[in-house]
């Protein structure tokens, strides 16, 4: 699996959501990233999958001795909710994903 | 915005599955697995475990360009031998980030070891070194280290996917040898994208772990420690 079955877009249109800015924490074995997501469209917006997508950048020196980078995105984790979650015209969600390496 | 006693009081619906039930199944595991051989050759003990202590060093190098861009914060990484070196990385030409490895630089960030030790600790995920490490060599309380084996491909089997790591090591102390930790250790370079500037942070310990019983490995046997990381499992 690599990316989500039916993402939903970032913005203010019909079936969009618009996308805060991703904040990131961590404790001394857990890595948290959490980000709100505001409905503007008129309609509620149902919320049914989460992913968590990674870029990793690999910075060179190119032929031409300039600056250059490659950048490889994928998804890290992805989960399915129990339950669907909607998010009303005008409401906001927050979605919080806890990445713990030990347990 | 003004908010008051209020604010306790708004209820929030939380879905059970939310809460840690201790029922939840795991996304990521790794196990430790050693294997004993005595001098002839002839298994005389297979260890496994679960592994479940990585180390600050090791969250600290797989926060996110997020975390530092807001924070604005840099991390602080700590060797095996006390040192310690600054890390935040970013993009251009400012700042060092983690070397890839290339030795045509000599600039190369490696997985250097599976470290063995004699000690413990309680507190793992603050640990930076094993708390008793056992040198690498043949005389008394030494074990000869081999070289530590890295696979090229990411084995995938379903849903699930692991790769694993190992490292021998051959006793010719002259005595039997116990070991009841063990650590994977990094040898950590961070650099400019043109290596116009680096850092050596020299080895760092990124995981640790306490062997649920000892380990022993008679004068002219061998051990094998081999660490599993699977998703899915």
Known sequence: MSFLGTPIANGTGTGELYYGALSVSYTSTSIIAMITVTNYS?????????GLFANVYIQYQNSSNAYAYNTYSFLLSYDTFSTPISVPSNGLAAFQITLTFTG | MMVGKGINDIDVDMPGDAYDTGKDVPTFRAYLIAIVR?????V???????????????????????????????????????????????MGSGPQDIAYPNSAYNH?????????????????????????????????????????????????????????????????????????????????????????????????????????????????GT???????????
């Not at chain 2, 190098?61 to 924070?71: A, D």
């Not at chain 2, 914060?73 to 700590?78: D, E, K, L, P």
């Not at chain 2, 040898?177 to 990124?206: D, H, P, R």
């Not at chain 2, 051990?223 to 499992?233: D, G, H, K, R, S």
């Open chain 2, 44 to 90: 005389i003990k297979v260890h496994k475990q679960r592994s479940r202590s990585p180390t600050a060093n090791f969250i600290g190098l797989l926060l996110p360009l997020t975390w530092f861009n807001y924070t604005g914060s840099s991390i602080t990484i700590t060797n095996i031998n006390g040192g310690t070196c600054s890390y935040k990385p970013g």
């Open chain 1, 42 to 50: 008129t309609s509620a917006i149902s919320v049914t999958e989460i």
């Open chain 2, 223 to 233: 051990l094998v420690i081999y660490y599993t990381f699977t998703v899915n499992p």
């Open chain 2, 108 to 220: 190369p960030t490696y997985l250097a070891m599976i470290q063995v030790g004699s000690g413990s600790q309680s507190n793992p995920s603050s640990a930076t070194k094993l708390a008793a490490p056992i040198p690498n060599g043949s005389s008394s309380g030494q074990l000869i280290y081999g070289s530590v084996s890295i696979p090229d491909t990411v084995s995938v089997s379903g849903s699930s996917a692991y790769f694993y790591i190992s490292q021998a090591y051959n006793n010719q102390s002259g005595a039997t040898i116990t070991i009841t930790e063990v650590g994977i250790v990094l040898q950590l370079q961070l650099a400019i994208y043109n290596n116009t500037g680096s850092t050596n942070c020299g080895q760092v310990l990124v995981w640790y772990d306490v062997l649920s019983s000892s380990i022993s490995i008679p004068n002219g």
């Open chain 2, 38 to 42: 005595d001098s002839t050759g002839k």
